[in-house]
């Protein structure tokens, strides 16, 4: 099968080209408004309903009409000069208010896309007075805007109403500030946004020029993020395709994510062909370069598919999870990586075939051996000192796992570090009100026994409530229409987005509902604190289920692709060491030197995926080498030092460049941990797993490591020995 589509690519070239071409250049521009439409806001959309705030986001959908699309920006209003507002300042604001309820605000267009290829976001928004301070310094206004906050579309609506707002205001005397969700994202992007835009381009700029000082060639420096373009264009429009299929929704930061994966394997699938295509055409300068190419990726093509279908493997396992944001990120990587792997073994292979020997000018390397180099040095130094090498990778990886020593999860918001005009606002808030007045704890109660209920019934509930220590203030009970459900609304003392708010939400408040809540009801604790801690316990399940699955099918395939008991254990163990060591740098920059509550949440179980999966495709490249090598007349240690020293420049250069992709998330406010947990463990995989610690081991057991079935050294008249490059001489020793 392999082999059928790298052929036919090669026989093909131009067919298979324009075919990309196409489907990437229209599925691109199809691809962001098909993406708008799966993706959710909420994230206790996320969790089961088995769980305590998803039972209560159910209640306030079904009996109260909370759209799950909408999200609130909390608008303070005061007076310009700072005096207290008096009773005509308030009915001027309710005015100002109603006015403002009675707007469309239209989307900004900020591109020149087709209107059919962009989902108007314009809408009205709803706005109603909320509460004034008691020292009536300031009062708040509830707007409602539907819509992902991180959508571009919704983020323009915003700053349309915002400017709108504050325009109004200012000319009523008064002054405003926005907080919420929304009114964060957009400060924090807005602050961002000139280092995102240099950051991606010093990345763009980076590959290139690694790839010219690599192959001193313009086509080979540009064509990798020209053709990881066309598939990842394509990908999108699959993942959103097969979301819709399926009816699954996905996290707003999903695609970002994906482009990420996308660029660095792409790039590095690319980089295993162009180094093994440059090292076949110099072995070989009598070949047709579309032969060349056919034999070529047949070849390497093995490895990639291998390599793929670990990361596809890996990613799918996230389908067993409970948590929605895992269970929906899984599958659409795998989607995205299957899509980049029919890339890798169609576009790519014609790439080769129809660029030629044209791929690597003006170089004109192929043209003759260079001498001896560091990679063959290397190699050499890994073969002769396997256990002095092999001792001081596991220290060092070791040593970075010792980090992981007091290890605590962080289920809050990121904290960006910035003073946002939205963190300002919120600030001021909590220096008059409550801290969770912006985004209240909610209980949610529902009649089971068909009565009404009434405020009196559930007095005990309000009463109980508001004794809980870290409670500030109760609301007055909501009734819904048909006084089935009820809401209290509670402000507590302590940042909806912390700890304290999540365990206070999870413990005594949950113990005050079960302790008071009225026969033939049910009542439910909702709102973010709720949330997060509930996600909380969904991620801990998770992460003993999808561990060891991931790690078994993980595995598997090693086992299936290098025909082995023994290696695939070793390659476990050391990819195994690697996460922890990622981890463990992690925690103790963060937690430790930094002083944050702790690691993200979804950092372990993210790292492992992307880690395990991602630096086993080094890990599968050198072992398919030193496989392919040991094959070959001559000592087992002579082998690895050939695999290492035909590899190095490969790997080296695509863990160069994946990790510079996932660096690039250092730009994403709150992804600061993941970017450099992602980078750091790419790095480790590429340089000391797949290079040192791998390598060494396997000139220890020598050709033991494919125990049961060890590959026998071909005799120099066989087909194997011919099909492979003549072995280097001591004083030409072929090198990248």
Not at 524 to 553: K, N, Q, W
């Amino acid at each position: 099968m392999i082999r059928a589509l790298t052929g036919y690519s090669t026989r093909h070239p131009w067919k298979v080209i324009v075919l990309w071409v196409v489907l990437g250049v229209a599925l691109s521009a199809l691809t962001p408004s098909l993406i708008s439409r799966v993706t959710q806001n909420q994230t206790g959309e996320f969790l089961p309903r088995s769980y305590d705030s998803a039972a209560a986001l159910q209640i306030a959908q079904e009996r109260f009409g909370v759209d799950p699309d909408a999200t609130t920006v909390t608008v303070l209003v005061a007076r310009s000069d700072g005096r207290a507002l008096g009773a005509d300042d308030q009915k001027r604001i309710e005015a100002e208010a109603a006015k403002l309820a009675q707007r469309r605000v239209v989307m900004p267009r900020e591109d020149d896309l087709p209107e059919f290829l962009v989902q108007d976001r314009s809408q009205t928004p709803l706005v109603a007075p909320a509460m004034t301070a008691p020292d009536r310094s300031f009062a708040l206004l509830s707007v409602q805007l539907l819509g992902n906050p991180v959508d571009p579309g919704v983020q323009g609506v915003y700053r349309a109403f915002r400017d709108a707002a504050r325009t109004q205001f200012t000319e009523a005397g008064m002054r405003t500030g926005f907080t919420g969700s929304l009114a964060d994202t957009v400060d924090t992007t807005d602050a961002h946004k000139t280092a995102a835009t240099v950051g991606s381009a010093l990345v763009m700029g980076f590959i290139v020029l690694l790839n010219v000082l690599v192959f001193r060639s313009v086509l080979a420096a540009v064509l990798p993020l020209i053709a990881v373009a066309m598939i990842g264009g394509v990908a999108g429009g699959a993942v959103a395709g097969a979301a819709m299929l399926t009816g699954r929704k996905l996290d707003a930061g999903t695609p970002g994510l994906i482009n990420v994966v996308l660029l660095g394997i792409g790039i590095d699938y690319l980089l295993f062909l162009l180094f093994r295509f440059r090292e076949h055409l110099r072995a070989r300068p009598e070949q047709n370069a579309r032969e060349a190419a056919a034999q070529v990726s047949g070849r390497v093509g093995t490895a990639i598919t291998s390599a793929a279908l670990t990361i596809v493997a890996a990613f799918a396992t996230l389908g067993l999870a409970t948590f929605g944001q895992f269970r929906s990120l899984g599958p659409a990587i795998a989607v995205a990586v299957l899509v980049m792997l029919l890339g890798s073994l169609t576009l790519l292979p014609a790439l080769l075939a129809a660029a030629g020997r044209k791929m690597f000018w003006p170089s004109k390397s192929l043209r003759h051996e260079p001498p001896a180099g560091r990679a063959a040095r290397f190699g050499a130094l890994v073969a002769r000192r396997p256990l002095a090498m092999l001792t001081a990778s596991v220290a060092l990886l070791a040593a970075l796992a010792a980090g992981l020593v007091g290890i605590r999860m962080d289920y809050g918001r990121a904290d960006t570090g910035d003073r946002t005009p939205a963190a300002a606002t919120a600030a001021e808030i909590s220096r008059a009100l409550p801290a969770g007045v912006s985004d209240p704890t909610s209980v949610l109660v529902a009649a089971t026994d068909g009565r009404a209920l009434a405020a009196d019934r559930l007095d005990d509930l309000a009463k109980a409530l508001s004794r809980v220590d870290g409670v500030g203030q109760v609301a007055p009970i909501v009734l819904n229409a048909d006084h089935r459900a009820a809401r209290i609304d509670l402000y507590t003392t302590a940042d909806p987005q912390s700890r304290q708010a999540r365990d206070l939400a999870s413990g005594p408040i949950r113990a005050a509902v079960a302790g008071h809540t009225p026969a033939g009801t049910t009542a439910h604790v909702g709102g973010t604190a709720a949330i997060f801690a509930d996600i909380s316990t969904a991620v801990d399940h998770d992460l003993r289920i999808v561990f060891p699955v991931a790690a078994a099918l993980i595995a598997l395939i090693l086992l299936l692709l290098l025909r082995s008991l023994l290696a695939p254990v070793v390659l476990m163990l050391a990819v195994g060491l690697g996460f922890a060591a990622t981890l463990g740098a992690a925690t103790l920059l963060f937690q430790h030197a930094l002083g944050k509550p702790g690691v993200a949440f979804t950092l372990p179980l993210v790292l492992f995926l992307f880690v395990v999966a991602l630096g086993t495709d080094y890990n599968i490249l050198i072992t398919d080498r030193i496989r392919e090598e040991m094959q070959r007349p001559g000592p087992a240690r002579a082998a690895v030092a050939r695999a290492v020293q035909h590899t190095t420049p490969a790997i080296a250069t695509a863990g160069l460049v994946l990790a510079g992709s996932f660096a690039t998330l250092a730009t994403t406010p709150g992804s600061e941990q993941v970017a450099f947990a992602m980078a750091l463990g790419i790095m480790l995989s590429a340089l000391v797993l797949s290079l040192v610690l791998v390598p060494a081991l396997a000139a220890l057991l020598g050709r033991a490591i494919w125990w049961p079935v060890r590959p026998r050294p071909a005799t120099a008249g066989h087909p194997q020995h011919r099909a492979t490059e003549p072995a280097p001489q001591p004083d030409r020793v072929t090198t990248y």
